[in-house]
């Protein structure tokens, strides 16, 4: 399960996660 780019990969997480948290928080 060795990754090439692990970074690449948690970037794309967190991006989501920021995408996520950018609609949430638009919602308030």
């Known amino acids: 399960m060795?990754?090439?780019?692990?970074d690449?990969?948690?970037?794309d997480?967190?991006?989501r996660?920021?995408?996520q948290d950018d609609t949430a928080l638009?919602?308030?």
Request: glycine share 0%; no cysteine.
């Open 17 to 19: 996660i920021a995408a």
């Open 26 to 28: 638009k919602r308030l």
């Open 13 to 15: 997480l967190l991006d």
């Open 2 to 6: 060795s990754t090439p780019q692990p």
């Open 8 to 11: 690449h990969e948690l970037m």
